[in-house]
């Protein structure tokens, strides 16, 4: 059954012998231009599946060895390579101590996967070692086992009761192949020859092998066929330098900044495996300024943490650069004391999180120097003045001080605390910062990585349609549909402003159907004009009074159930009046007592007549 780990799996690539060199992109080779499996071999080396040698041939008719055979099944799935890590460490030791394994050392990690898959076991592999068969030419009979096996169809080939093998040599296939070799008949992967012979003995050449193996790929692809590791799970490796430790009692945090001055927060629980200078060790014993290299998941929890407390670490500001040799620093530390190191040639050096030169460093930048055995091994240095152009992604409030994170234009998130220091622009005018808004686009400006100024440009957009929910709470939000029927949630500013009609408004005076145009600002609602949802109703009934200076007509409406009610009916230079017979007429020509039909609209509680007809 698949789960997570699976979908992380994709079924990829088969190659032919590990004992070439690998070309993945060659797929024109000089030698098989006349040959029976051109096709096969085009196809899987256009998939990039296999290669060939150097000299551009692929020398089908040669024969392939068990080991060259069990590397090549073990490239049937492409496997995560944390999840290959994992496998690969499990097996090494045990296979170091195989016998006959001296200069074979390169297929350790591929026999580690062919172990974890099933297709051979660990007791397996050794005897084959011992007896030095895995070095001996692979049978036809040998690669239908193991590819059953590594397509994941040995249950189904141990479950077999009754069938027939249609081979006219099947009397020569070994008992226990007979079922493997069925299967691999029944999937269409292996077939008799003109003469309906399987010649189960027979070596096996690196075209059939070619020929198997791209019926295979085929198979485990249409049929999604892909192995559980159901006992791993696939990791990401994170290294850099400590900057802060929170240890917990449940759960702790470290924060660490690599090389390009991204900092990441990494999580760990008491199933973390942390090794200090090669020791266990815990995470009390975890400080500021080591190095450390960390293996985490996908829920950032630390699985394996290596931590370095021998490199010496000193921080400072830069006072003079010389680069020309020999090459030095001078710069004043944490402590205030004034210090020159020699800088060797070689040495990787940091500016703002990219390599450089030491000529590039400037005085007055920040700089952390990283020592080993008192001699300089790699510069990290941080312009004093930085900017940073991206788009605002959150602003924290709920802790003091107020938190900015934004996404650079280089897709990285980095975090700003806020204080009162800090300049604020908006639009290159002087702002504050309850205008600054999540989504706008801004430039950051830091000193020594500490926020000095922020510049923000407001991201306007102008959008229309209907009211479908208003939610009041401590953040409002309305969701508004537009003129295609997509519904999409808004967050209402508090200091948004609201009109109906003419007239100012909050968001209690909102009510839903009413039709709206707004201005956002990042993901805000900052400004809203809305007018009542328009519904039309007819009247019919007499007049009875009719004010000529204000415009406006009472009547005496007539409901369907018979009772009447008074109709006050708004006049507009709009209203179209006429007569039975279609002619036109003003308000002037209507009297008190006649009977009128009318279609009115409702406008906040009133009725602005559409039309009247003067019976």
Known sequence: MRNKILDKILLLTVVLSLMLTITVNAVAFTDISTHWAKSYIERVAANGLVSGYDNGTFKPDNNVTVLESLV?????????????????????????????????????????????????????????????????????????????KAMMLGDEAQNLKVYTLPFADAAEISTSARPYIYIMYDKDILQGDSNKNINPSANITRAEIATLLDKAYDYVQDNDVCPDFDDYQPTTSLSGMITEVS??????????????EVESIVKINDDTEIILNGKTADVDDLEEDMLVTCKINDARVAVHLEADSSTEVVKGIIEYVAYISPAKITITDEDDDIQTFDVPSGINIYLDGKKTELKYLDEDDEITLLLEDDKVNQINSISRIKHYDGTITAIDYANYPIKLSIKTEDGILKTFVFDNDVEITRNDDESSFDQVRVGDEVTVTTEYDEMIGINTIATEAEMSGTIKEILIATDNKIKIADEDGNVKQYTVSNNVII???????????????????????????????????????????????????????MMQNIKENGQTELIYLNITSNTKIFNTSGETKYLKDIEEGESILSTAISQGGEYVAASIMVQ
Request: charged share 30%.
């Open 72 to 148: 090549m099944i073990s490239r049937l799935y492409d496997i995560d390579d944390d999840i290959r890590d994992e496998i690969i460490e499990k097996y090494k030791p045990v296979l170091e101590d195989m016998p006959n394994t001296l200069y074979n050392e390169w297929a350790f990690e591929y026999l580690s996967v062919i172990i974890e898959l099933g297709v051979v076991s660990e007791q397996g592999i050794e005897d084959m070692f011992s007896k030095k068969t895995i070095f001996q030419d692979a049978s036809r009979e040998e690669i239908a086992v193991l590819l059953t």
């Open 247 to 260: 240890a917990g009692t449940a759960e702790s945090y470290i924060y660490v900044k690599n090389d390009n």
């Open 499 to 553: 009109t109906i009609g003419s007239k100012n408004a909050t968001i209690y005076d909102l009510r839903l159907g009413y039709n709206v145009s707004v201005n956002t600002s990042g993901d805000e609602i900052v400004t809203m004009e809305a007018s009542e949802l328009q519904t039309t109703k007819n009247f019919t009934g007499k007049v009875i009074f009719i004010n000529d200076d204000d415009k406006l007509i």
